[in-house]
Nanobody
Framework: QVQLVESGGGLVQPGGSLRLSCQAS????????MAWYQQAPGKQRELVAS????????SYADSVKGRFTISRVNAANRVYLQMINLKPDDTAIYYC????????WGQGTQVTVSS
């Protein structure tokens, strides 16, 4: 079974940037379309970015389009989420998984955008 460990979150001021990392171990995740999910306080977990298995295509939720960039390095079993121009509404726990949430959820990484 694949294990997923998210890291890179923290406290940042509005307009700041963060890069989140997702490290996978076990199994072969490179065949899957991977995604980042956002769970804001009081909200359902929501997919905000995804990337094809070979990295050739990406998709984004309207709320983050133009500000977030998803990427992957399959040889390192790693997925990234580069976030720029962060807004308070981006405050959430961020999780990685396949685009169909095929694997067990990790603990996520907290992103807090506040002045």
């Amino acid at each position: 079974q694949v294990q997923l460990v998210e890291s890179g979150g923290g406290l940042v001021q509005p307009g700041g940037s963060l890069r989140l990392s997702c490290q996978a171990s076990g199994g072969t995740f490179r065949r899957y379309r991977m995604a980042w999910y956002q769970q804001a306080p009081g909200k359902q977990r929501e997919l905000v970015a995804s990337i094809a298995a070979d990295g050739a295509s990406t998709s984004y939720a309207d709320s983050v389009k133009g500000r977030f960039t998803i990427s992957r390095v399959n040889a390192a079993n790693r997925v990234y989420l580069q976030m720029i121009n962060l807004k308070p509404d981006d405050t959430a726990i961020y999780y990685c998984n396949t685009a169909l949430s095929s694997f067990s959820w990790g603990q996520g990484t907290q992103v807090t955008v506040s002045s």
